[in-house]
């Protein structure tokens, strides 16, 4: 039996956790590394790390820009990844 993939659940599910990856996620890691007082963090400001680290490299296509792609879009692969590991198991 095929079972029918209801699209409008997959969508809300992919942009909520691509919005998530593009904007809570970089301050959460930034201000948990200030937290945890990771020198990295606390002599970079957020505005150059948001800058230069995280969005700038999205500007052209080199090893950096692929490398802050998968940062930002962690969120997204780790719960499409514990999906597919329950989906997998349930089954």
Do not use: H
């Not at 948990?32 to 990295?40: A, E, F, K, R, T």
């Not at 606390?42 to 802050?68: M, Q, T």
């Amino acid at each position: 039996m095929i079972k029918k993939i209801d699209w409008s659940r997959e969508l809300w599910y992919t942009l909520f956790f691509v919005c998530l990856g593009f904007t809570v996620w970089p301050l959460m890691i930034y201000y948990l590394g200030q937290s945890l007082n990771v020198s990295y963090f606390l002599d970079l400001p957020l505005r150059n790390w948001a800058e230069n680290k995280v969005y700038g490299p999205l500007s052209y296509f080199n090893l950096r820009s692929c490398i802050s792609l998968t940062l930002l879009l962690s969120p997204f692969l780790v719960a499409t990844s514990i999906r597919l590991i329950l989906y997998k198991v349930r089954r």
